[in-house]
């Protein structure tokens, strides 16, 4: 058996059919673009992950005929996989199912934290030796991240998804494995958030470079 797999979620960039809450700020084709940025930049995270240990990267799509999806699979060298109908426990069940047949530990994050930092998926697989599950906290009340070893059967039921009460929730309906948690970060959903963002990519951008030099532009585009 493998030792780790990291799996991302993504899904297409299309105009209206992702961070639409941050197009009445941006307008949506803008909205959509930055959005490809930000999983330009948690590929990289990705890449950076596979080269520093024995860890795979699984990319699981709501899509997969589509040329973003395509191309984001031939830069992480994988072959894309389609997400399942059904609501987020629905998806990630399936990413578990799937990845613990073959590997030791799964992680699976999403792609709305363009600043996630390299050592927090580090301590999600270190905090798999300690326990059976890992959730890592976002400003949102939800997670960036949850991890689970092999043999592990994580449960996704009476969730309410994209509510400040997800994490909370998953807490509870997986309490007898008792989880560890991780440090918390940031997602960039809402407006306040892309706020954060800016404030952290002004200091350091080089944390999301695709992201910075996409809001770096559109800056100057709307002086």
Known sequence: MELAQLAVFVRPPDEGAVKTRLAGVLGTPQAA??????????????????????????????????????????????????QPDGDLGARLSAAFDDGLRSYERVVVIGSDMPTLPLELIVAAFDGL??????????????????????????????????????????????????PRLLPPWYDV??????????????????????TARFLRALSRDQR
């Open 189 to 210: 959903d809402e407006p306040e958030d892309l706020e954060i963002l800016r404030a952290h990519l002004s200091v350091s951008p080089g944390a999301a470079p695709a």
């Open 33 to 82: 673009a930055l959005y490809e940025a930000f999983v330009e930049d948690v590929l990289g995270l990705c890449a950076r992950v596979r080269e520093a240990g024995r860890i795979d990267v699984a990319l699981w799509a709501t899509e997969l005929d589509h040329p973003s999806i395509s191309k984001w699979g031939r830069a992480l060298e994988t072959a894309p996989r389609l």
């Open 129 to 178: 030796d300690k326990a059976p599950m890992v959730l890592g906290p976002s400003n949102d009340g939800g997670y960036y991240a949850v991890g689970a070893t092999h043999g592990t059967k994580l449960r996704f039921d009476r969730i309410e998804w994209s509510t400040p009460s997800a994490l909370r929730d998953t807490l509870r309906a997986n309490a007898e494995l008792g």
